[in-house]
């Protein structure tokens, strides 16, 4: 019966290993913007993706490389340009600065 429950355990708490596991890949993913055949393209984990994905802070992520925030602006993801799961956009073609962070303007009155 120790056996029994002593197995049980280990299957219980390798499978909440495991789901954690999952839940951090999803919270680090990163989509990214490149030329397919000429088209722009959207990527996660290394599939392209069809559908609109809303981040954690509310920022659409459109199959085509728009970007609309929760305010309602929208930009639009270049060739090699990421952006993760908190909405932050990147440039992984910034051999310098790999990760560099691409300042978005938020404000309607540029200065």
Do not use: H, W
């Amino acid at each position: 019966m120790k056996k029994v429950i002593l197995l049980l355990t280990i299957v219980s708490s390798s499978s909440a290993v495991f789901a954690q596991a999952d839940l951090n890949d999803k919270k680090n993913r990163q989509y990214c913007a490149e030329l397919k055949d000429g088209l722009l393209v959207v990527i996660a984990d290394e599939k392209i993706i069809t559908s609109d994905i809303t981040t954690d802070n509310g920022t659409i992520i459109q199959a085509n490389g728009n970007i609309i925030q929760k305010d309602g602006i929208t930009t639009v993801l270049k060739d090699g340009e990421c952006i993760d799961t908190q909405g932050l956009i990147v440039d992984r073609t910034n051999d310098e600065n790999p990760g560099n962070e691409i300042e978005t303007n938020t404000s309607e009155n540029p200065e």
